[in-house]
């Protein structure tokens, strides 16, 4: 597999382990910084506005010019820019700052191994999970709005030429800020693209990734249509690690586990070294309860220096559950550090927050969410924060906004179960335990804890979520719950001791954490 990379004058970026390299070696800049130069490449070679910045790298409404002014210096500084003579980032007076290098998009080109000396397959099936590496941002001078129109002089797309390569970077670098109105955007520039060229996997394979991105990310509904989508991309270029990750995260959206496994157990055979793969193989190694080996891939991945955007946030969960309170907090920092804005890492950590009790601050955390992203997960745990302070109103509306993610919650507060809804649950070790909230608010105790004990068969190991959830408190003080918690502990013993006996993954954890993010 290639990683498409940015030629930034004499240096490369890329974009998925936000580095700078150049020929004396390599930089690592914050979530936060990377944030503001992935802003910079998408409107090059355009001025950037302090609003634009606040609303696409720092998800807020305001932004002082100042801490703008401190972040643009630190990009400058690690790029070795003077911004007395700019060669990279010109500020623009009265609109902002643009971004002026000469860009180019790269291939990183690995090492030809044999795909058997790679990876086993035993642990190549074990990929999966919602976090998917998009890679490459650029920007096209020639093609820089998303207007059809703007295209109708364009050669044919039929075969692979350059426009159809700045338009696909274009539309992964909209699809990788992950904000609803971006991801929306190169969407349409996808579609529009695939009108003149529908048979390129490329563009088939970014689309499933789009679609998938704005169904797990916003809500969307068109997760089928993406797995089509990657399957004939697969069709065309069955070799292609992109395309069987696609599959892979079209099909996790669909909560279809085991077949997400098997797609990502093809894309890591076929390219072991995948830091996205990675980190959605562990992502649902988690899910099924094998804490110790989601933590091996993680740190793998982070190993690599191609940790995903959520791999700290998913380092730290694993470690509370497994009782390592210091170095999971640890992680929890290093997340907010990284990314301190992203809905995702604080909707994160605000769950984690709320199991541990800790509820002003789990209020905290999502106060610091744009406005504008508080919907689908978000919402969600905000309306059951509003239920667990006895606000039954304003719980239901958050539900509302939460959307698909809060229909179970919407299902729990009407104490109501519609018809065949067993049908619909899926092998998804959470939706059984808010299949279980829902019999509980009907009084159903008995069906709640056959719930229950379905999600932890199925991987559930959060016992501090069960206590927390505000429709399961007297469903789990029964005595008849006590077997179930017995479960869920010897299991994360038998978890925890498999990390304290490899000395060798610990070294490792606390390794990365010595590390200046």
């Known amino acids: 597999m290639s990683d498409p990379v940015i030629r930034l004058n004499g240096w490369t970026y890329a974009p998925d382990t936000r580095r700078l390299s150049d020929a004396d ?13 992935d802003v910079l490449i998408v409107h090059a070679p355009e001025p950037v506005s302090l609003d ?8 807020q409404s305001h932004l002082s010019e100042d801490t703008l002014a401190q972040r643009i ?56 999970g919602l976090v ?16 059809p129109s703007d295209l109708a002089a364009a050669p044919s797309l039929q075969q692979p030429s350059s426009a159809t390569d700045s338009l696909l970077t274009r539309a992964r670098a909209l699809t990788a800020l992950q904000d609803r109105d971006g991801v929306q955007r190169g969407i349409r520039l996808l579609e529009d693209a695939r009108l003149r060229a529908p048979d390129d996997p490329r563009l088939m394979t970014a689309l499933a990734v789009a679609l998938s991105t704005e169904a797990t990310k916003h809500g969307g ?52 070294d995948d830091g996205g793969a990675l980190s959605s193989a562990a992502y649902l190694l988690s899910i099924r309860g094998r804490l110790y080996e989601a933590l091996t891939l993680d740190v793998q991945a982070l190993q690599k220096g191609r940790g995903g955007l959520f791999t700290e946030l998913q380092i730290a969960r694993v470690l509370h559950l497994l009782g390592e309170d210091q170095r999971a907090n640890a992680f929890a920092a290093r997340a907010r550090l990284l990314n301190p804005d992203n809905p995702v890492v604080l909707a ?53 906004r939460a ?55 199925l991987g559930w190991r959060d016992e501090a979520l069960l206590d927390a959830s505000p429709f399961l408190q ?44």
């Open 474 to 517: 007297e469903v789990m003080a029964l005595e008849a719950a006590s077997p179930l918690r017995a479960r869920i502990q010897q299991h994360i013993a038998a978890q925890a001791d498999r990390l304290n006996r490899d000395e060798s993954l610990t070294e490792a954890l606390d390794a990365v954490l010595d590390v200046q993010p």
């Open 348 to 400: 994160g950590l605000a769950q984690s927050a709320i199991a541990r009790g800790d509820v002003s601050g789990a209020a905290t955390l999502l106060n610091a969410v744009h406005e504008r992203e508080q919907r689908g997960q978000v919402a969600r745990l905000r309306g059951r924060m509003a239920l667990a302070s006895d606000d039954r109103a304003q719980a239901a509306v958050w539900f509302e």
């Open 221 to 272: 509904q068109r997760m089928e249509e993406a797995e089509a989508l990657a399957r004939n991309a697969i069709d065309r270029t069955p070799e292609s690690p992109a395309a069987w990750r696609a599959l892979g995260y079209a099909l996790d959206a669909q909560d279809r586990i085991d077949e997400a496994l098997e797609a990502y157990g093809q894309s890591l055979a076929l390219d072991p």
């Open 132 to 147: 998917v590496l998009i890679a490459a941002l650029t920007a096209n001078m020639a093609l820089r709005s998303e207007r």
């Open 52 to 59: 634009a910045f606040a609303e696409k790298a720092w998800k």
């Open 403 to 457: 959307g698909e993610r809060g229909r179970f919650e919407r299902f729990a507060l009407d104490a109501t179960e519609p018809d065949g809804f067993d049908l619909v649950i899926g092998d998804w070790p959470e939706s059984h335990v808010r299949a279980a909230e829902i019999a509980a608010s009907r009084g159903d105790y008995q069906l709640a804890l056959t719930r229950l004990s379905t999600a932890i068969r």
């Open 25 to 37: 070696g390599t930089h690592q800049l914050s979530g936060l910084t990377a944030r503001v130069l």
């Open 73 to 128: 210096a630190l990009l400058r500084k690690a790029l070795g820019d003077d911004p007395r003579a700019p060669s990279y980032i010109r500020t623009v007076r009265g609109e902002g700052y643009a971004l002026i290098a000469d860009m180019s998009p790269l291939e990183m080109v690995q090492a030809d191994a044999p795909i058997a000396a790679r990876m086993p397959w035993e642990l190549a099936v074990l990929a999966g």
